[in-house]
């Protein structure tokens, strides 16, 4: 294939790519995203328990999922849980996998967080009349989310590339668009180098409004 | 006058540290108690045993209908019952970091018992006039000097129209330029009627405002009385020592 082909191959993709980017793997971070912090907020409340079987859940829990891989994870939803009679397509699959991994790491950013808090607000809280989930949604969690924010902007923007793990339980989001596009073709380096592009531009983008984020919350809260 | 708040036979250990024990006084309404005494003595631990913000092993702590008994199990509604009679003032304001100044006024009165917000609000503000800071309600923490910072920490144990304040070393975290505003505020509020307990390090201001100053040293009352007695006409060696490390040129 000469030149002038490659370059009328890679202008024909950009729009089958983007599609990929904005119905695939946008999508299916932000969702795995919202939901793998709900996962984690309660995670590392069990984890901070004074009862010890929540604790210890929590604890074994963040263990397993640190301690294996990701797409370990994902084939075990995927293509496990069927010969136990639990069959998910493959976006639930990925989703699941995707929230309950980003639960297991970002439950400890969120538990620091929580711990950064002085313990003085608490006290203070307690001596106006405000009970344990008041102090924590009303002052403590906003104090946190400065402490939070950057650690978990890290784990978003790892999430938005680690989505392209979902290619191999036949979720089609950029990667598996760009594979679907190389095949017929031969053209690897470049439809893997425009979706490589595609993701750098995301995440950069993540990377600026994370800026914008702890610039306001910087303002917010006393250092 | 009646008495609001009784102590009886406060113990608290640490470990091994016996940080008070059997601790007795009381605190009749409209009147100032301070309680002195070197770092280390016990005094603040006790004044956070008056609200549970430490659990002492045993005896008991009465504010007006309120009554817990520390040695047998705190249910979180008898301490949440002692905690609605009293406001406290800390040592470092402990100010609520994300809220504003009238927001950190009106979130106990709001969420922690229930008052509407738009009378809250209300008070917040004739609150913070009173103590000098009107027009400082959308101010955060962090803008706000240590002097008013406190101030607001004062308007916030107002808020909750308490039986008692409980003011905890208010003054030994700021610049000494800003004690001033803080104790004249204080002073306001003594002579105001507030029933109120006094952390502090402040002779002059125990002297002038208290009705009882009770003197701590290694977790005991050693000295109770009249501003007027104890400080000025102590009886105790350990009390003399103390007045005169504190206070210089203190002249017995």
Redesign the interface.
């Known amino acids: 294939m000469d030149s002038s082909s490659s370059w009328q191959l890679a202008k024909d993709s950009l729009w089958p790519l983007l599609q990929g980017m904005v119905f695939g793997t946008i999508p299916l971070t932000a969702i795995s995203f919202a939901l793998g912090l709900v996962v984690a907020l309660f995670l590392a409340i069990a984890r901070m328990s004074k009862l010890w079987f929540l604790s210890a859940f929590a604890a074994a829990y963040i263990s397993v999922i640190r301690g294996t891989p990701l797409l370990l994870q994902l084939f075990i939803i995927f293509y496990g849980l069927p010969s136990i009679g639990v069959v998910l397509d493959p976006w639930p699959s990925a989703i699941l996998a995707f929230s309950l991994n980003v639960g297991g790491y970002a439950a400890e950013t969120i538990r620091a967080a929580i711990l950064s808090v002085?313990s003085?607000?608490w006290?203070?809280?307690?001596?106006?009349?405000?009970?344990k989930s008041?102090t924590l949604t009303?002052?403590v969690l906003?104090?946190a989310a400065r402490v939070a924010v950057p650690p978990l902007s890290n784990t978003l923007i790892s999430l938005v590339k680690d989505t392209s793990l979902a290619s191999a339980v036949l979720v089609t989001e950029i990667f598996r668009k760009a594979q679907e596009l190389a095949a017929p073709t031969f053209q690897f380096f470049l439809m893997y180098g425009l979706a490589a592009a595609y993701y750098w531009v995301v995440s950069q983008t993540l990377t600026v409004i994370q800026g914008r984020l702890e610039r306001r919350l910087n303002r917010?809260?006393?250092? | 006058m009646s008495t609001l708040l009784k102590v009886t036979n406060l113990s608290k250990r640490f470990g091994e540290t016996q940080v008070f024990e059997n601790i007795s006084f009381e605190v009749p309404a409209g009147s100032v108690t301070a309680i002195i005494g070197s770092s280390g003595s016990g005094k603040t631990t006790i004044l956070r045993s008056l609200?549970?913000?430490e659990k002492p092993e045993s005896g008991t702590v009465e504010i007006s209908s309120a009554k817990v008994d520390y040695s047998s199990r705190l249910s979180?509604k008898t301490l949440?019952a002692l905690?609605?009679q009293?406001?406290?003032v800390?040592q470092?304001n402990?100010?609520?970091?994300?809220?504003t100044a009238l927001g950190n006024i009106t979130?106990?009165?709001v969420?922690?018992?229930g008052v509407n917000r738009l009378e809250a609000d209300q008070l917040g503000r004739l609150l913070l006039e009173q103590v000098g800071l009107a027009g400082k309600e959308g101010s955060?923490?962090?803008e706000l000097s240590g002097g008013q910072q406190q101030r607001v920490g004062i308007a916030?144990?107002l808020?909750?129209k308490p039986k008692v304040l409980l003011f905890d070393e208010p003054t030994s975290a700021l610049d000494p330029e800003l004690v001033g505003e803080v104790l004249s505020v204080m002073k306001r509020l003594a002579k105001t009627g507030w029933t109120m307990v006094v952390v502090t390090h402040e002779m002059s201001f125990a002297r002038e405002i208290a009705d009882q100053v009770l003197f701590i040293d290694k977790g005991q009352i050693v000295e109770s009385g009249s501003a007027e007695s104890v400080l000025k006409n102590p009886q105790q060696n350990r009390t003399k020592e103390f007045l005169q490390r504190i206070i210089g040129d203190y002249e017995i």
Not at chain 1, 123 to 131: H, I, M, S
Not at chain 2, 94 to 99: E, K
């Open positions: 002085p003085g607000q006290e203070a809280a307690a001596t106006v009349g405000l009970g008041a009303r002052v906003p104090q917010k809260v006393a250092k | 609200n549970g913000l979180v949440a905690r609605s009293s406001g406290m800390f470092g402990n100010l609520f970091g994300n809220l979130i106990g009165p969420k922690g018992h955060y923490p962090h916030r144990a808020a909750l």
